[in-house]
């Protein structure tokens, strides 16, 4: 039998500390009311959010050095769910699963979607890989897959790409994320031209097997595997390709797969302008993609990639509906305790951003007063938003504390009897 927490026991756990979170809330309501803002409709704003679960974040990652397993990591697709469903049992922000393919195969996608729909779960977008070669596969990856020279090798990265969306579809996904490692090492390795036509010609193929309210998204990165000239590299060549392959076709942003100190936020803001920001993967860093707990090293930029979200939606309605997810590797943390508390960071950057004083900051923009300007988004981002988060959980039936609920409930101890490690098991490991 598969160990759940109990719902009780949140309740238990919740029940120790709920005067102190409701002191704590009405003490920011009286602060918010000032501004003129009603704690409870952010409340309800902050219960509407959700990020979805990378199926490998519930493993440990690793380096291109080592990887250091810790215990009871979940061995199979079903449970990776579990782990998911636990995240979410807690957090209540993180109903969907991204699953990525071969890693999370199963022979029954059927049962898969069953148990992930009762654990309270969906499946958001899929991922391919053709970054590896997956066992048993006929031709290599090793000169390139979507853009490789070989006709042969293009065909079978393209059906690979078809089969995720035929899986896809079965466990009721909307979507297929397609992140590529191709590129070269050397100048001279690729004509730079000619390895982008043929990455345009595979993608159309692709993008023509998609079901009429699919979208694919490109997810761009600057460099590695190929360390000289990367494919898809940055959001214009990932904006200028969404253009040439259609309306389904949509850019994804990956907070770690820039230069350091690039503006992510106005790329937000580009790609949001053109219609074509489909979706994210947040995660933090400090060199490049190093794939750390968002809001670990610059919450400040997650705040203001949310601020330009908000702007989109003030725009533009529900027409702008981009799609969240996370992306980390966790190497020296239980990557349970890093999920719950990475969507908590970005759902707290969400509602930092719904409480920049959006007439206040015009009026500035207006006058010129950069200072002020300035000051009006520090004002929201210097807001402890904790309690609105917290209540929002415990209301959804979650925990007023993730973490501390979690190692309450020896839920790891739990894992580590049932699932002693198995040799050659889907574990992740590569981020
Ligand atoms: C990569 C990309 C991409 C990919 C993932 C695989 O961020 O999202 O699917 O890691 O682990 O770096
Ligand atoms: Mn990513
Ligand atoms: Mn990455």
Not at 5 to 27: G, H, K, M, T, W
Request: glycine content about 8%.
């Amino acid at each position: 039998m598969t160990y759940l927490i109990p719902r009780d026991f949140v309740a238990q756990e919740n029940a120790r500390s709920l005067a102190q979170l409701q002191a704590d809330y009405d003490a920011l309501a009286g602060v918010l009311q000032r501004r003129g803002r009603d704690i409870e409709a952010l409340t309800t704003q902050a219960g509407g959010f959700s990020v979805a679960l990378p199926s490998w974040g519930v493993g440990t990652g690793g380096t291109r050095f080592a990887r250091f397993p810790g215990q009871g990591e979940p061995r199979n697709v079903f449970e990776k769910i579990d782990d998911c469903a636990t995240v979410h049992q807690l957090t209540r922000v993180t109903p969907g699963v991204s699953l990525h393919f071969p890693w999370d195969r199963t022979q029954d996608p059927r049962a898969l979607r069953e148990i992930a729909n009762a654990r309270g779960l969906h499946f958001d977008s899929v991922n391919s890989n053709t970054f590896q070669n997956a066992a048993g596969q006929p031709l290599s990856y090793k000169y390139g897959s979507l853009t490789a020279q070989d006709a042969a090798v293009r065909a079978q990265a393209i059906a690979h790409n078809i089969d995720c969306v035929e899986l896809g579809n079965t466990l009721g996904s909307k979507g297929l994320t397609v992140w590529l490692g191709d590129g070269a090492n050397f100048p001279g390795q690729h004509n730079l031209r000619g390895a982008l036509e043929r990455y345009l010609s595979s993608m159309r193929e692709i993008y023509a097997a998609l079901p009429s309210d699919w979208l694919i998204y490109i997810e761009h990165k600057l460099f590695e595997p190929a360390f000289y000239a990367t494919t898809i590299a940055d959001w214009g060549t990932s904006f200028a390709c969404a253009t040439e392959l259609g309306p389904k076709a949509k850019c994804l942003v990956d907070l770690g797969h820039h230069a350091p100190n690039t503006n992510i936020e106005m790329i937000v803001a580009r790609l949001a302008q053109f219609g074509k920001l489909g979706g994210f993967h947040f995660n933090d860093s400090k060199y490049g993609d190093d794939d750390l707990d968002s809001g670990s090293i610059n919450p400040f930029q997650l705040f203001l990639v949310f601020n330009e979200l908000r702007d989109g939606v003030a725009r533009d309605g529900a027409a702008f509906n981009p799609t969240y997810m996370l992306d980390q590797s966790h190497n020296v943390t239980d990557p349970v305790e890093s999920l719950m508390s990475s969507a908590i960071e970005v759902q707290r950057a969400y509602i930092q951003a719904a409480l920049v004083d959006t007439d206040a900051l015009a009026h500035h923009q207006q006058e010129n007063d950069a200072l002020m300007a300035a000051q009006t988004l520090k004002q929201a981002f210097r807001t402890d938003v904790g309690p609105i988060l917290a209540m929002a959980r415990v209301r959804a039936g979650g925990a007023a504390d993730p973490v501390a609920c979690y190692r309450a409930s020896t839920y790891r101890d739990h894992k580590a009897k049932e699932r002693p490690p198995v040799a050659g098991a889907s574990g992740s490991g590569i981020v």
